[in-house]
């Protein structure tokens, strides 16, 4: 039995047990509110596919991870944040409107699912460059702080490209940075 599974025995016997409490006591709208809270638990599937070189698991709309044979080379899980979207797309640089931080207008940019996961080949004859694209955005509820990431991964190597926005607001303007009198620069020092 693996650990994932065991962990799944535990939260079905634990959800049991609470059903069980909630309709001898006949509280039946608490038992509505916690299965439909419950219910991404059972929704969540692993799924993947293999680029090229590359093994690409979709769990959700929330997290991907991407292995050469054993080795880890990108993932991403936006369970930690509290506004976070991940996107596939085939383009380098896509067209894309956000609006309060969340992405709200695109033709280039593809909800998380396997099926939208593409491998671009280009025109390169000197290597491979076949890539696929992650673009993943996040940001806090009010939109103040946040970023727009585009990562793309090489099928045949695994190695990740990393192109960043990021975006911050200081109400009240930003503290005054600690006296630093070491000078590394070549042309100020």
Same mark, same amino acid.
């Given at each position: ?7 799944? *025995? &535990?939260?079905? !016997? ?11 006591? &006949?509280?039946?709208?608490? !038992?509505?509110? *916690?299965? !439909?809270? =419950?219910?991404? *638990?059972?929704?969540? =599937?692993? &799924? ?9 698991? $979709? ?6 991870? $991407? ?40 033709? @280039? ?5 396997? @099926? ?19 673009? *993943? ?40 940075? &600690? ?11």
């Amino acid at each position: 039995m693996t650990g994932s599974e065991h962990s799944h *025995i &535990k939260v079905t !016997l634990l959800l049991t047990l609470i059903v069980r409490y909630i309709l001898e006591f &006949k509280l039946k709208k608490l !038992l509505l509110v *916690i299965l !439909l809270l =419950t219910q991404p *638990i059972y929704a969540d =599937t692993n &799924k993947s596919v293999t680029i090229n070189n590359l093994e690409v698991t $979709v769990t959700g709309e929330y997290k991907v991870e $991407v292995y050469k044979e054993a080795k880890h080379m990108f993932s991403f899980d936006c369970r930690p944040y509290i506004s976070c979207e991940i996107f596939t797309t085939t383009k380098d640089d896509p067209s894309y409107e956000l609006f309060d931080g969340r992405v709200y207008a695109s033709d @280039d940019l593809k909800p998380l699912v396997l @099926d939208n996961i593409e491998e671009v080949v280009g025109y390169n004859t000197n290597f491979y460059d076949g890539n696929i694209s992650f673009f *993943i955005t996040i940001t806090t509820p009010s939109a103040t702080t946040g970023s727009a990431t585009m990562y793309i991964i090489n099928t045949e190597t695994g190695a990740v490209a990393v192109n960043a926005k990021e975006w911050d607001w200081f109400r009240y303007g930003m503290t005054k940075p &600690k006296a630093n009198n070491s000078c590394f620069n070549v042309v100020y020092c």
